[in-house]
């Protein structure tokens, strides 16, 4: 076996937060509380596979039966590779024909078409920005996180959005054109689908912004105007939407700037981060000056362990900087992994992470309960997936393999982190990532504002 990748992610409880943009391919999502996907992705590595498997069924069956984390119960008689994988694994497996699975990895890699937009439809506000996606077009026109649509304009007539179908029926008759989007306060935002690399990182002090722009995303960019005012002198905020793609060339560069601006303090948030590649974590948790040593453990059915090491980065946040977290019901997997390493190595303690624990507005205007969307708690994924490839074919599946264990030996498979162990709780109007109301509130916990 060669070409070993490994990914961390998951799935969320919030309202079907939307992507506008449509994609020829599928995208790896589970649908969890309500039928509801939100940021899904899961811990997963790539194996090649050699052998003489031609034919899709008896390969998947092979690999199911080596790798896959616990015995399964029935004799797999599906008469299809993809219906096996259905009815027999996990919701956190998948099967992949090959062109999937080349775009899957494309997508990965930060590679994305469209607006880089995803929303939900609040009643009695209107379609609020769940997601504007770092250097994508929505993001370069204007739109962010938590911005409100109320109308829009194409070819000299309007169209109001009472419901999500009226956005995506906008959208869809855009097409490749060109949207004029309506915020609540006026404001018109132009823009128009496109290629573009995504940016995973975006840091603000008091005064100034970073985030990352250009071919591949590797060019930091001030951003003046995103600056978070209500951040004390010294501060630093520091964002991180996935682990995927230069996500650490990028967390690399926003801590050379962290330095070089004299920043005492960080505020690392990790809401909505539904994980990715532990490589990248690895590299990340390098990026803190106190870790050194194992980043996590992956524990096999055969009872054997995989250890994997911090990465150490060429740029680290200090170890005499103060640490803290933000996480929400959406914060799952790598980002619950990265978690760990801080706490275990002493940068971050229990009492520094800040969860979402959602307004009971927000939980009466879905009718959801808070235990759905798992209010106040992180997601609680502690198991890993590898990708195995087939050599033949170059189709693939995605697997659990392994349990999940932090350098102090945690896991929150099942369960998450919650005021349980020591985490503060901070009251969320709803799960949106970025600067707004819940930031406020816990930037006055942390520093008593």
């Known amino acids: 076996?060669?070409?070993?990748?490994?990914?961390?992610?998951?799935?969320?409880g919030a309202p079907a937060a939307k992507n506008t943009v449509k994609k020829k391919v599928i995208t790896v999502t589970v649908c969890v509380l309500l039928g509801v996907a939100f940021l899904v992705l899961a811990?997963?590595?790539?194996?090649w596979v050699r052998g003489s498997f031609t034919d899709s069924l008896s390969w998947v069956k092979s690999v199911i039966e080596q790798y896959y984390y616990k015995e399964i119960e029935g004799d797999m008689d599906e008469v299809a590779a993809d219906a096996l994988v259905k009815e027999y694994l996990d919701i956190y497996s998948a099967y992949y024909t090959a062109e999937e699975y080349a775009a899957q990895q494309s997508a990965n890699a930060g590679n994305k078409s469209g607006f880089g937009l995803s929303c939900t439809y609040y009643p009695g506000r209107g379609i609020v920005v769940v997601n504007s996606v770092g250097n994508s077009p929505a993001y370069a026109a204007g739109l962010r996180n938590g911005d409100v649509i109320v109308s829009a304009e194409y070819e000299g007539k309007d169209y109001a959005f009472n419901s999500y179908e009226d956005f995506s029926s906008y959208t869809d008759l855009v097409g490749d054109g060109q949207a004029n989007f309506i915020l609540d306060d006026g404001t018109s935002i132009v823009c128009s689908r496109a290629e573009y690399a995504t940016s995973y990182v975006f840091m603000a002090t008091n005064d100034n912004a970073w985030t990352f722009t250009g071919n591949g995303a590797l060019t930091i960019t001030e951003s003046a105007q995103d600056a978070i005012s209500y951040l004390p002198d010294g501060?630093?905020?520091?964002?991180l939407s996935q682990f995927y793609g230069?996500?650490?060339?990028?967390?690399?560069?926003?801590a050379e700037v962290f330095n070089a601006e004299g920043c005492t303090s960080l505020i690392l948030d990790l809401r909505n981060d539904g994980g990715g590649y532990v490589s990248v974590m690895q590299k990340i948790a390098g990026c803190f000056e106190g870790c050194v040593g194992t980043a996590m453990e992956a524990r096999y059915k055969d009872g054997s362990v995989s250890r994997y090491d911090v990465e150490e980065s060429k740029n680290r946040i200090p170890s005499s900087a103060e640490v803290y977290i933000l996480a929400n019901s959406n914060t799952a997997s790598a980002s619950e992994a990265l978690t760990?390493?801080?706490?275990s190595y002493g940068v971050a303690d229990y009492g520094d992470i800040y969860i979402s624990e959602y307004s009971q507005e927000y939980l009466d205007t879905f009718g959801i309960t808070a235990e759905q969307v798992k209010s106040g708690k992180?997601?609680?994924?502690?198991?890993?997936?590898?990708?195995?490839?087939n050599p033949f074919t170059h189709e693939a599946l995605k697997l659990t393999t392994a349990q999940i264990y932090w350098p102090d030996g945690t896991t929150i498979h099942g369960r998450g982190l919650?005021?349980?162990d020591g985490c503060n709780t901070v009251e969320a109007p709803m799960p949106i990532s970025g600067d707004g109301e819940e930031l406020q509130a816990a930037v006055a916990a942390i520093y008593g504002n």
């Open 378 to 389: 992180t997601y609680g994924k502690g198991i890993m997936q590898s990708t195995f490839v």
């Open 340 to 343: 760990g390493v801080l706490v």
């Open 418 to 420: 919650s005021a349980e």
């Open 1 to 12: 076996m060669s070409g070993r990748e490994n990914e961390a992610g998951v799935a969320s």
């Open 246 to 254: 230069s996500a650490p060339r990028q967390f690399d560069m926003a």
């Open 235 to 239: 501060a630093a905020y520091i964002s």
């Open 43 to 47: 811990f997963f590595g790539g194996y």
